[in-house]
């Protein structure tokens, strides 16, 4: 986590100012998300068959990750996430009206549909393992973890606070609040690191098995549904080979 808090701190450096134009675009293959600014401050949650713009190709505590833009209702947010979390096709953004436009839209639009099915079922194993895991003596371990990561965020709103102050007194304050902040973090990353060994073990003597929610006659229906799309699936696989989720 301490590789996490770091890689928030740094990814400001590694994103040029100027406007990125999209490399490609991509889809989120999972129930949901969570999409994190340049700061490692969380700007909204992306759920499954979302469309996006991939704007470069980063890391996100060594692994593999996007740096993204995604539109909302005329309203565009940009973040970090997880390539194991979604899927980024090496392809140009084509308009409406250009050559191209409508096989590209309807890639999109088919991944959108599928992916968007694909969540609904796999939300049910979700939801049945969160409620496994609620009995785990860590089961406060992904709450610790989202407040670290919103920990670079408020440091630099106390950073910039500090800058702006016009007496010792505010500067002092702020520097105090930094201070603590960095006497925070590291308890959580303590912690953190505490959880997680129990975790592993407590995952390890009890173990989820999704194959209870499997034979449910409602999984199986939403599954069942996914079959009309398994030829176009695999066209769209032969077509993207390199575009599938990154671990």
Not at 34 to 52: A, V
Not at 57 to 71: F, G, H, Q, R
Not at 111 to 139: F, G, I, M, N, W
Not at 179 to 208: D, M, N, V
Request: net charge positive; proline share 5%; with cysteine.
């Amino acid at each position: 986590m301490k590789r996490l808090l770091m890689l928030f701190l740094l990814i400001p450096f590694m994103l040029t100012a100027a406007e990125l134009a999209p490399i490609g675009w991509g889809v989120v293959v999972v129930p949901s998300t969570t999409l994190y600014d340049k700061t490692g401050k969380p700007t909204c949650d992306l759920f499954g068959g979302e469309l996006f713009n991939v704007l470069r190709e980063v890391k996100m505590d060594k692994a593999p990750a996007y740096y993204i833009s995604v539109t909302r209702k005329g309203v565009e947010a940009k973040g970090i996430i997880s390539a194991a979390e979604s899927r980024f096709f090496a392809s140009a953004i084509f308009v409406a009206g250009a050559a191209g436009y409508d096989e590209f839209k309807a890639d999109q639009d088919f991944c959108a549909e599928y992916y968007s099915r694909c969540a609904t079922r796999d939300a049910l194993v979700e939801r049945k393992r969160e409620q496994h895991l609620a009995k785990s003596p860590a089961k406060n371990l992904p709450k610790l973890k989202k407040e670290l990561a919103g920990i670079p965020a408020l440091d630099r709103k106390y950073e910039a606070a500090q800058k702006a102050a016009k007496t010792d007194g505010q500067r002092i304050k702020y520097r105090d609040l930094r201070k603590e902040l960095r006497y925070q973090a590291s308890g959580l990353q303590q912690e953190i690191k505490r959880l997680e060994a129990i975790a592993e073990t407590w995952e390890a003597e009890h173990p989820f098995d999704d194959s209870v929610v499997k034979k449910t006659a409602v999984w199986k229906r939403l599954n069942a549904q996914l079959e009309p799309y398994a030829e176009r699936l695999e066209a769209l696989n032969a077509k993207y080979p390199n575009s599938l989720p990154k671990k």
